[in-house]
């Protein structure tokens, strides 16, 4: 990644790791980047890490659609399983 912007909306996904969600441009696009960050050693902040995903933002519409899709069939199949994850109090996870 050329560089890294500091997430818009984060996720805890446990004590060490946070998924951060951003948009970078990289290679004249821009992305939708998801990305584990971990805790740092030491426990001050935290950095990305190469676990991730990343989409062109002109796919974000159909990603979401399928993400909406997908909370649906999670909730008719597993009632109250879907909010397992919590949202960071902050924004940045760094």
């Given amino acids: 990644m050329s560089s890294v912007n500091p997430p818009v909306f984060t996720l805890v996904k446990n004590?060490?790791?946070k998924i951060?969600?951003?948009v970078h441009d990289y290679g004249g696009h821009r992305?939708?980047?998801m990305r584990v960050w971990t805790r740092r050693k030491g426990?001050?902040?935290f950095l990305p890490t190469?676990?991730?995903i990343c989409i062109p933002l002109n796919q974000?519409?159909?990603f979401r659609e399928g993400l909406e899709l997908l909370a649906k069939t999670v909730e008719t199949a597993l009632p109250g399983e879907?909010?397992?994850y919590r949202r960071?109090?902050?924004n940045a996870v760094h």
Wanted: no cysteine; hydrophobic share 35%.
């Fill in 20 to 22: 951060g969600f951003a």
């Fill in 31 to 33: 992305i939708v980047d």
């Fill in 43 to 45: 426990g001050s902040g």
């Fill in 82 to 84: 879907s909010n397992t």
């Fill in 15 to 17: 004590h060490w790791e």
């Fill in 50 to 52: 190469r676990k991730g």
């Fill in 60 to 62: 974000l519409k159909a």
């Fill in 88 to 90: 960071d109090a902050g």
